[in-house]
């Protein structure tokens, strides 16, 4: 019987961003990809209506079978991997994430410089006539890839942004709020393959630092000349790690 693996997609994109890796994977292992609250097959999150963080933890822990799966997550996506592994560490086997969004590991005074920079996508949101607030996904689109980043997407994906613009934004205020700290996540013995790039913002490589150090068992790799896009952006690279860490804990 095949073990299973799920992929969890980051904020703003469908578990498309992973069909490469699912390809890959699929003789070995039982594929799971689900398209999470408010994205593809999942439908339209409605404008206007909160969301909170658990909601698409549950959801993804509803489509877990009986035995422990090993859970693959991208940056929103890395964030719901270990808060499942915290909640149902018997249903994990091993874990491996490209740059969780986990900013409750970042120190108050410590990290204060990492914390400021949040303040960026902290902002409200408010919407033009065509629903969407651009002005605060251009910030978010350049806040992870740079200036300028926003106008080089080709207008089909800055409308897929747009279309999904409010769960993004629920999804933000709820990640650079959220409260689990360091010794909460040390709590996680599951084999941990932590993944950064180097050209990723200093905030979010301080995050993977700080939670490198607090769990036990572990391992970082950075890639140079990567960004935060690294599994869409440089995709061979970042899966090669993933199965090889599959391989290693299977």
């Known amino acids: 019987m095949k073990q299973t693996v799920m992929l969890i997609h980051s904020g703003g994109f469908t578990s498309r961003q992973w069909r490469k890796l699912a390809e890959q994977l699929a003789p070995r292992f039982h594929v799971l990809a689900p398209d999470l609250l408010g994205y593809g097959t999942s439908g339209a999150w409605p404008d206007g209506e909160p969301f909170q963080l658990r909601q698409d933890v549950e959801h993804l822990e509803s489509l877990l079978g009986e035995e422990p799966a ?3 997550g991208h940056s929103y996506g890395g964030f719901l991997a270990l808060q499942m592994a915290l909640r149902q560490p018997e249903r994990v086997r091993s874990i491996a994430v490209y740059e969780p969004v986990v900013v409750g590991v970042l120190d108050e005074v410590e990290d204060a ?17 065509n629903g969407a607030d651009e002005s605060w996904l251009r910030a978010f689109v350049e806040w992870w890839n740079g200036p300028g980043a926003w106008d080089r997407l080709n207008e089909e994906t800055r409308a897929s ?9 629920q999804e933000v205020l709820g990640l650079t709020t959220e409260k689990t700290n360091r010794t909460t996540y040390a709590k996680i013995t599951i084999p941990t393959l932590l993944l950064a ?6 905030t979010e490589r301080r995050v993977v630092e700080r939670l490198a150090t607090a769990l036990p068992h572990a391992t970082m790799r950075v890639f140079p000349g990567v960004g935060h896009m690294g599994p869409i952006s440089h995709a ?14 299977s």
């Open 197 to 202: 790039g180097e050209t990723s913002p200093m």
């Open 161 to 169: 942004m747009r279309a999904v613009g409010w769960k993004v934004y």
């Open 236 to 249: 061979s690279l970042i899966n090669e790690a993933i199965t090889t860490h599959l391989a290693a804990h």
């Open 113 to 129: 410089d990492a914390r400021g920079a949040l303040a960026l996508v902290q902002q409200p949101w408010q919407p033009g006539e």
């Open 70 to 72: 090993h859970l693959v």
